[in-house]
């Protein structure tokens, strides 16, 4: 009757009173024909998405009629007239129907005709809001029959039909473009100039930090047989953008422990460590960490973004009623994580202590707390009061995450971070840390209480689930660990600290905007994505310089900049060059010149910040 294929199983519907053929609206399957009713109820109370929602409708007494006596058997083929009237009166789908002067309700009556009123009435003059309106569904909208939003299938749904003169037209949206959509997102981007192009960049071992640039757009506008005929339109240009902030990844020891491990165990690692077991050199980094922080344990995990999304989603779910304290500055990885942890939340403005504290003393004691901060914020170059924040949370019971992901390699005086230098590792509970900058290798670690390392490991699936690190990145790792703990790094480290003191310095002397740094990251503001792209593009182009512009997400709107970092293969020469350089192109983009600049990295996006 509903117009739906008759070969479905025979079902029968708990409103009309009348066999009916998959009826979305409380159907009553029963393989055997009608069955017993008590098994076709309690079906009705799973499918329908009145009943579900209304359960009162079932029980005897109020049901309407639908007990013949015993309880135990309500038949749906004796439903009288009124009971039929009474249930259709409570379903938020046949009520206009009932109260249409176009159906006069009998007491056989509730038969095609109805339904024929009900896709009239629902669904002909607002094809959608029949669904989107019908308190039974789902919110957010959801068709019981084609189970989506946008409803493709509507020609499938007794719902999506209307009735002109005893013809039945069926009311089928267009089927959703999700190329224009894709395209319309990638626009969107583009017209704010948020929409980001990457470089294609040859780095060079020997030379570093000289590249091989690729000019991409030339090589896309021209044809096959001109790009065949000559070599691409390529030059070596200087990066002052990476994170490879000592160069280890040039590193001659480095390399050659890599290339051997390489040689003698294979590239790859063999899956998981839930499958492939333990390698000899996972246990070795993961030991050389725990010791170079002072932790009883570590892991190691396939990047700092895995590492920090693993155990923040995992402390979240696994602690009861917990709640976080995160600094309004936290990276994208640990907003990730605590978002995916489901639990309650803070933001605390950027290493502002008495905040912090004033927000912890809002909360029950009682509750676990967990305090998330950076040591070196990488877009502003801020440092956090380590100290501070860890006697603020040991006040009122909150553990404190610390993510050193720009300080370990770089700080103390075994590249063990700024914790280290400040003399505080003991006083903060969980650190996190990457691989893949001042080590110049791959990979992301936790370290910490030993059964909180164990727990990470056996509940996070960002562990559990996904491939180990290759045998020779963890090597390579454990080396350069190991390098940068001696005088190495010692060196090192003086040399990259002195690099980037001279480029503040003369930044600031000519009043090129360097937002206050206290750190190694040089962050000029420039406080417009057009802006900020075109001088990115000028410097590459004009004096084969590259430093990228960073824009939304990376840092909110209006606060646009230049992240510079200069190294120790950087030389004086090259530092006075760059300065240079970068006052032509700041005067020919008619910028002002002027003295350091407040940074704006409390003003957070809504789509940025955790709110």
Known sequence: LCGWDKTQSITHCSISGTIMSGCPMAMLRTRAGLGRADAALKHAHRRCPFLKRNPDVLEGGSSGGLSDGDPSRRVMTRVQPEAMKLLASRCPV?????????????????TKAVIQTAHTELMTSTAVKGHQTCPGLDTPPRCPV??????????????AHSSDGGTTTAVVPQAFDYRAKFSELITRKKEDASYRVFNTVRRN????????????????????????EGPPRDKDVEVWCSNDYLSMSMNS??????????????VGSGGTRNISGNNYHHEKLEKELAELHNKEAALIFTSCFVANDA????????LPNCIYYSDSSNHASMIQGIRNGRSEKRIFRHNDVAHLDELLSMDDPSVPKIVAFESVYSMCGTIAPIEQICEVARKHNALTFIDEVHAVGLYGKTGAGVAERDGLMDHVDILSGTLAKAYGTLGGYIAGPRELVDVVRSYAPGFVFTSSLPPMIAAGATKSIELLKGETGTTLRADHQRKSARMISMLEKIGIPVLPTQSHIVPVAVGDARICKSISDELLREHDMYVQSINFPTVPRGSERLRITPGPRHTDEMIDRFVDALAQVWAAHGLDF????????????????ME
């Open 94 to 110: 046949m009520a206009p129907v009932i109260h249409s002067p176009a159906v006069k309700l009998g007491h056989d009556s509730l």
């Open 146 to 159: 084609t189970n989506t939003i946008q409803y493709p299938n509507a020609a499938k749904c007794p719902y």
């Open 205 to 228: 071992a020997e030379l570093h930090p000289i590249a091989r640039y690729y000019d991409q757009n030339w090589q896309d506008d021209k044809s096959s047989q001109e790009q065949a």
């Open 253 to 266: 020891e480095l390399v050659k422990t890599v290339t051997d491990v390489v040689i003698k165990e294979g």
């Open 311 to 318: 155990i923040l989603s995992s402390l979240g779910s696994l």
């Open 594 to 609: 002027m003295p350091n600049v407040e940074d704006r990295a409390d003003d957070r996006d809504d789509d940025l910040s």
